[in-house]
């Protein structure tokens, strides 16, 4: 009968159990941030030291570049270069703004109206993916090749005169102007403004739509008073990951544009790259990177979404 | 000064629904459905999950689209109407109220939608109304459920429907807060007079609020009137069953006289008014004898003698019994029924009512009904003890 005697322990909690997690226990969330921090440490924080130090050096490729503190490289690329850092801002808010005009109908489709076909349409936004920056921006150099389908229907319907008059093309050309720099950009940025903003119209309660007809707002206003305001956090996040990386981009521009289209990461890659002036090309990205978070964070304010979250 | 248009005591309110269906491919959510309410009343739907009540409430609201019928407010026929033209307010099931507007632009906002400008005194007295007017600065997440439950009714209220509609309104709330709102809604509905359609599957709450009411099983209108009515002569054994409690004796009509019918049942005679019975009475036809548990007296076998002529008796053995202060609820074992349900009202009691003591279970020919026997005995049962 000894198996008997060997009955399982009872589930009341027993006295050692009872006693404060042990230290180890406690310390356990830090180490488990441990990757994550020296990750930042080692391939955010030292790099911006770095750049920060390199920014402030003078030198020359032979002699070897020492830090002089010498502030004044960032005056010099800001007065130098300040049309390409306009033209940034002007293409990068053109292009988030075409997302939003072209992105928001297509999550509204997918989150409210697509039904079974929401899946298959998520891919078909996602799919483009699937083929690397570099081919699918070189693939637009064929869509707006000179004379080809797209130029020449743009031509007949007389939209490349309005273009033209607006300066965003010259002449019958679109291939090596902004506006074929803004398409590309437009292009390539779109998922990143679709999928923000189908998950907060995804998150709407569908009765808030009914509640807002039984109380008298035609479908349109439904849509201006209840469901844009509850989708501005997706608008917010859509349009922050669409400007910032499209104001540092450089590869459409330099394929699609020309060099009266070049934007500042154009100017910091022949600068880094090319004609190795690598102080320039470290106060170029900071002055851009300042700019950007000066401007979100004035963004942030004046659209208040913290608010809605 | 903001003029109100208010629902003079005509019958512009009045909701007709004709021959009104949802079909969902295959599936009949409701089938076709004859319903006047009238102007100023109370109206219940009441019925378990899937009957088809919320449909119909739906269809009112414009938010579902009949497959069949008509729908008319007064006599305007506004079945082709989308939601935001119709003279009707809903108050739904979760509120739906608008997260990123606060109490106040919530109340306000059916008046906003129909061009009203200065609308701050009718939304202060508004909140007055529902007691918030405290809180017409917060966000509704600030507020707690029946703070919210408010909120929503003013939110419809204050564009002075013709109909008011809720969608189980009162489904989130504690027990407690739900009665209170019971009384609540009751009263407001009292002051301003305009039709209420209440969904709900909480019989107790549609008996309390409601002037009338729908019983609803599987998309059709089990039986519609009074609390009363339909709590003393039910017409079919799902509303017996969902409505409170109801004992069922299978029973042959045995003879007629004057205005009664004799039935036999389990070897004793039992006596059901004619009136009261809902099902053909040719002798040897079968009848369900129904009585409510309340109604029944129950005497110990010793004092048997005691018991008046006239009154309808049955013979058991108590099985079980258990005390809930107001009443003593007594499950009988007997031939003609095996559980029979008995409520005793705490006054004087019997020391000899325990489980074992054989009774007698007799009450009044008066309180009893009859139905048709063709139809299940047990249906509501699950559904009542559900809700």
């Known amino acids: ?309 | 000064m903001i003029t109100v248009t208010t629902n003079k005591t005509d019958h512009g309110g009045d909701i007709r629904l004709s021959g009104i269906a949802k079909t969902y491919g295959s599936f009949t959510a409701v089938h076709p459905l004859d319903l006047t309410v009238p102007q100023g009343s109370f109206f219940a739907l009441l019925g378990a999950s899937g009957c088809g009540k919320t449909t119909t409430l739906r269809m009112i609201a414009g938010l579902e689209e009949p497959s069949a019928g008509t729908v008319h407010l007064g006599d305007q026929d506004v079945t082709a109407l989308p939601p935001y033209k119709r003279p009707v307010n809903t108050v739904f099931q979760s509120y739906a109220l608008f997260p990123h507007l606060d109490i106040f632009e919530n109340v306000a906002f059916g008046l906003r939608r129909r061009g009203i400008k200065s609308v701050k005194k009718q939304v202060g007295d508004m909140l007055d109304l529902v007691q918030l007017g405290e809180q017409a600065r917060k966000k509704p997440h600030q507020l707690s459920g029946g703070q919210q439950q408010r909120v929503a009714v003013a939110r419809a209220l204050i564009n002075h429907p013709k109909v008011l509609l809720l969608d189980e309104p009162l489904g989130a709330l504690d027990l407690k807060l739900r009665r209170q709102m019971q009384l609540e809604l009751k009263r407001i509905q009292t002051e301003v007079g305009i039709t209420f359609v209440h969904v709900t599957h909480d019989q107790e709450e549609a008996m309390t609020m409601a002037d009338t009411v729908a019983v609803m099983n599987a998309g059709r209108v089990e039986q519609l009137g009074s609390p009363t009515d339909l709590y003393e002569n039910p017409r079919t054994t799902f509303v017996a069953n969902f409505l409170g409690t109801s004992n069922f004796i299978e029973a042959e009509v045995d003879s007629k006289s004057g205005d009664d019918i004799v039935l036999k049942a389990g070897g004793g005679k039992l006596v059901l008014p004619e009136a009261r019975c809902g099902a053909a009475t040719t002798p040897g036809g079968k009848v369900l004898v129904g009585v409510r548990p309340e109604k029944i007296s129950l005497t110990h076998a010793d004092d048997a003698g005691e018991i008046p002529e006239g009154r309808n008796r049955i013979n058991g053995k108590i099985t079980n019994g258990s005390f809930i202060g107001v009443c003593t609820q007594y499950v009988v074992d007997s031939a003609v029924c095996p559980d029979f349900e008995v409520y005793v009202q705490n006054v004087d009691r019997d020391t000899r009512l325990v489980p074992g003591a054989d009774v007698v279970l007799h009450w009044s020919p008066a309180h009893t009904f009859g139905l048709d026997a063709a139809q299940d005995i047990d249906a509501g049962v699950e559904e009542g003890a559900a809700a």
């Not at chain 1, 020492?66 to 800001?78: E, I, N, Q, R, S």
């Not at chain 1, 590309?184 to 907060?200: A, E, I, K, Q």
């Not at chain 1, 997706?234 to 450089?250: E, H």
């Not at chain 1, 070049?262 to 170029?284: E, K």
């Open chain 1, 1 to 309: 009968m000894s198996t008997l005697t060997e009955a399982p322990p009872p589930l009341t909690p027993t006295a050692p159990e009872k006693k404060p997690p042990r230290k180890r226990g406690r310390l356990v969330p830090y180490w488990l941030l441990l990757p994550g921090i020296l990750w930042l440490l080692v391939f955010f924080a030292l790099p911006m030291i770095y750049q920060a130090s390199t920014s402030v050096q003078t030198g020359s490729l032979e002699e070897g570049y020492k830090v002089t503190w010498h502030f004044a490289t960032y005056w010099d690329a800001l007065s130098e270069y300040y049309p390409q850092f306009l033209r940034s801002v002007l293409y990068a808010g053109s292009a988030t703004i075409l997302c939003l005009i072209l992105g928001y109908p297509l999550a509204y489709l997918i989150a409210f109206r697509a039904g079974r076909w929401k899946n298959l349409i998520m891919i078909l936004v996602i799919a483009p993916f699937f083929t690397s920056f570099l081919i699918r921006t070189l693939a637009w150099k064929t869509i707006l090749a000179d004379g080809g389908p797209v130029v020449g229907a743009l031509n007949t319907l007389h939209v490349l005169d309005v273009t033209s008059w607006l300066g965003m093309t010259s002449g019958d050309r679109v291939l090596a102007t902004p506006l074929a720099v803004v398409c590309g950009l437009t292009y390539n940025f779109l998922p990143f403004m679709v999928l923000p903003l189908y998950t907060s119209l995804e998150r709407i309660d569908g009765r808030l739509h009914e509640a807002a007809g039984d109380l008298y707002a035609k479908p349109i206003t439904t849509f201006r008073k209840v469901t844009f305001p509850l989708s501005m956090p997706g608008v917010v996040s859509g349009t922050l990951l669409t400007f910032i990386p499209a104001a540092g981009d450089y590869v459409n521009a330099d394929l699609l544009g020309s060099t009266d289209t070049r934007m500042v990461g154009n100017v910091i890659q022949t600068q880094f790259l090319r004609i190795l002036d690598y102080p320039t090309a470290a106060a170029l990205s900071f002055i851009l990177m300042a700019a950007i978070l000066v401007m979100v964070t004035v963004y942030i304010r004046k659209s208040g979404t913290e608010d809605l979250v």
